[in-house]
């Protein structure tokens, strides 16, 4: 027999692991068929792009994982969550960025949009992999360099993402009746 906490535990590091597995292979594989296809023109690509874009794809799939884990310990119907994910994945993904738009455009700052847009990322699950390119952007000159994006917040932010939603969703599951 084994625990509630235990339960949850092990089910939630399944599903880590299968993230990272799945962003493992999306980077890597990517970067190696992309490498073969250039080799043949002597251009040989720099290792530290599918690392950068590894660790923030990873980032960003546990951190948003950690949040849709959490929901069944809150929601009962299976077809709630699932609709409520979709939405979160949604909002995430299209909405803050359209709500940083909008506040540019309402408050005259249409310049700013940019850095409104990498600002509202620290409050995004799925922010790791917006900066995860944005620096590998920088690294090789086309990106714009972006006064609001500090690598130490982005890391903090991507813990808190995965953190908070995991505690709160153990904490509640302990709590309710299976």
């Known amino acids: 027999p084994i625990t509630r906490r235990e339960l949850y535990i092990n089910r939630y590091l ?35 792009i599918p690392l950068i874009l590894f ?9 948003f994982f950690s949040l849709v884990y959490m929901l069944p310990s809150f929601i009962k119907s299976g077809g709630a969550m699932l609709g409520i994910s979709i939405f ?12 940083a738009g909008i506040i540019a455009f309402t408050t005259g700052h ?35 360099t972006v006064s609001s994006v500090h690598l130490p917040l982005v890391i903090l932010s991507s813990i808190v993402w ?11 599951f302990n709590k309710i009746n299976i």
């Open 88 to 99: 979160l994945f949604l909002f995430f993904q299209i909405g803050l960025s359209t709500i």
């Open 14 to 48: 399944g599903g880590v692991l299968t993230a990272i597995i799945s962003s493992f292979l999306l980077t890597f594989l990517s970067y190696a068929t992309l490498s073969i296809l250039v080799s043949s023109s002597g251009i040989l690509l720099p290792i530290d």
């Open 162 to 172: 995965i953190a908070i939603p995991f505690i709160i969703g153990l904490i509640k």
């Open 55 to 63: 660790v923030s794809t990873s980032g960003a799939l546990i951190g």
């Open 110 to 144: 249409i310049n700013e949009v940019t850095q409104m847009i990498y600002g509202i990322y620290y409050f995004n699950p799925l922010g790791a992999e917006s900066y995860g390119t944005y620096y590998l952007g920088v690294q090789y000159g086309t990106t714009p």
